[in-house]
């Protein structure tokens, strides 16, 4: 790759150049294009790596309409908490389709938090009811906060609560949250917060739900994005059974999403209960929410194709403004 520059962007450079607005119409291509066969993403290899308790994800995907190919690698190694480390690490690489030429290198969390909580805007935009106005997040993290940014930039949300096992995590995020968005962001210590609530958000590694399904009223959307594996899963399976069900995508989400999965493998749903694609939604072929009292339910493991499309839109930004570190390769 002699002659190759490249440009580099760490996580401050992506939340610094990528705004939540922009990367939610940004996730609109993505899902569009998905949804019609106009992008190429394998369901991610995963490697365990069993002698070190933890695993490795590769997601590569191509999308032939902007001549563009990544690939985003990310480890989890839950241990690392207790070793004053993230417990995921990620790294996005993109190339020019055309060419093949290598054209830049980021930081894979940020990005990853960004265009995942622009996801769950997007599928708010479609899902929740227009006067949703409290929210409450599960999982006090950054995709936590990504979630609740991105619900705000699409409902005119006046209350947030936040519930997690870390007190003084919650209250940071809390604290947090509220200056950021001028919110109020409360902790919460009852489920009645959750049953006050319009839109639920989850980002959390659980492998049980994390409320029962009485908890959650009729006309609430909710938003998944925690669980990633079949023996993972944050919503109750009688709350899937009872609501419209709208995926990411399909493939992906009937092999790895335990909140679909379970549900499917006990019989309390069969695979056609899954309304939609996100991009189905974005595309009109398919209806959204088509009632006050549905309840709705958006469920993502998350897709390449996003990645791809933010890292994109971050390249082509810093592009016009010469943000970014030059590196010769």
Do not use: W
């Amino acid at each position: 790759m002699q002659g190759n520059t490249i440009r580099y962007f760490s996580g401050k450079d992506i939340r610094q150049i990528l705004s939540m607005e922009k990367c939610i119409e940004a996730m609109k291509i993505a899902f569009s294009a998905l949804s019609s066969d106009q992008a190429v993403v394998p369901v991610r290899s995963r490697l365990e790596l069993e002698a070190d308790n933890g695993n490795a994800l590769f997601m590569p995907s191509y999308m032939p309409g902007l001549h563009r190919v990544g690939l985003k690698t990310v480890t989890n190694h839950k241990e690392n908490s207790t070793k004053g480390l993230p417990i995921v690490h990620a790294m996005m690489m993109l190339f020019d389709s055309s060419n093949g030429e290598p054209l830049a290198i980021m930081d894979g969390e940020a990005l990853t938090a960004l265009r995942t909580g622009a996801g769950s805007g997007l599928a708010t935009s479609y899902l929740a009811r227009k006067d949703a106005k409290v929210v409450s997040i599960f999982g006090p993290g950054a995709q936590g906060e990504a979630q609740l940014e991105a619900v705000c930039a699409v409902r005119s949300i006046e209350q947030a609560y936040v519930f997690g096992r870390n007190q003084k995590k919650s209250e940071d995020f809390a604290r947090k949250m509220a200056e950021t968005l001028n919110i109020s962001v409360v902790v919460a210590d009852s489920m009645e917060y959750l049953e006050a609530s319009d839109i639920v958000c989850t980002a959390t590694p659980s492998s049980t739900p994390l409320f029962d399904d009485k908890h959650i009223r009729p006309g609430t959307h909710i938003n998944a994005v925690g669980a990633y594996k079949t023996d993972m899963i944050e919503i109750p399976p009688e709350t899937v059974a009872r609501a419209t069900v709208v995926v990411d995508q399909r493939a992906a989400c009937l092999a790895e999403a335990g909140d679909i999965v379970q549900p499917i493998m006990s019989g309390l749903i069969a695979e056609s209960h899954i309304h939609a694609e996100l991009g189905q939604l974005a595309n009109g072929t398919l209806p959204a929410r088509q009632s006050e009292q549905e309840i709705t339910f958006f469920k993502s493991v998350g897709v390449a194709v996003q990645d791809l499309v933010a890292a994109d839109l971050l390249l082509k930004s810093a592009l016009e403004t010469g943000e970014g570190l030059e590196l010769n390769l």
